[in-house]
């Protein structure tokens, strides 16, 4: 049963640390997303990729978050220094990159910046 | 901004009940979407509604859209237990799937 693989899923670190989330979409899938989803802000798009260019990283703070696709079966989001502020839930998500596609997400990393 | 905003924020019911669900957007879409979240899990994919059609079912799952009141509504019909989840709508436009804050879903037995 195909699905996108997140790891890890809970995360605790303390503020100043780097975090390091990773990703694996779904095989096949060119297009991957990073989303965070907090109660406040719910889910806010990060940034997202298309054959392992990023298309947008509008959605993220610059200054401590970085994304990249090493390669076409690993996507990963990096936050340096975390603070907490960054706590909160980080989904990745695939597709096909097809129009009017549906999206398939992980499970998520729980991330707690002490 | 296209995101879409869902209403109620809280919804509770008893089972065998419907649950109804509505999504407001602002901008024009290529299609919207309606997910699915059980807590501590990531959204899953349940119905997507493009904009040329006006309703759409799945199962027990009925979805409309009005694109001219740039709205849809989700109605989940004969409640069950497991249908507690949070509903979340999104849509596509110009730029990838912009989501809503989600509907919270209480189905009591």
């Known amino acids: 049963d195909a699905r996108v693989t997140q790891t890890p899923r809970h995360k605790v670190t303390e503020m100043g640390q780097e975090v390091t989330m990773r990703c694996q979409p779904i095989?096949?899938?060119?297009?991957v997303f990073w989303y965070r989803q907090t109660m406040m802000q719910g889910l806010e798009l990060l940034a997202y990729f298309r054959n392992r260019a990023p298309l947008d990283d509008s959605g993220m703070p610059k200054d401590r978050f970085s994304a990249e696709m090493p390669d076409a079966t690993l996507a990963t989001l990096k936050i340096q220094p975390s603070e907490p502020r960054d706590s909160a839930v980080y989904f990745c998500?695939?597709?096909?990159?097809?129009?009017?596609?549906?999206?398939?997400f992980g499970s998520g990393t729980q991330l707690s910046v002490l | 901004s296209q995101q879409g905003e869902e209403d109620p924020q809280a919804l509770s019911i008893q089972e065998g009940e419907n649950a109804t669900m509505n999504c407001s957007y602002k901008?024009?879409?290529?299609?919207l979407q309606w997910y699915r979240q059980n807590s501590g899990r990531g959204l899953v994919h349940l119905i997507l509604i493009r904009s040329n059609e006006r309703e759409k079912h799945s199962g027990r799952l009925r979805v409309t859209l009005d694109t001219s009141k740039k709205s849809s509504s989700l109605l989940i019909t004969a409640s069950r237990a497991a249908d507690t989840a949070s509903y979340f709508c999104?849509?596509?436009?110009?730029?990838?799937?912009?989501f809503g804050k989600g509907t919270r879903l209480s189905v009591i037995a």
């Open positions: 999104a849509t596509t436009g110009n730029t990838p799937l912009v």
């Open positions: 095989l096949g899938h060119n297009t």
């Open positions: 998500a695939s597709d096909t990159g097809k129009s009017n596609e549906k999206l398939f």
């Open positions: 901008t024009s879409i290529n299609n």
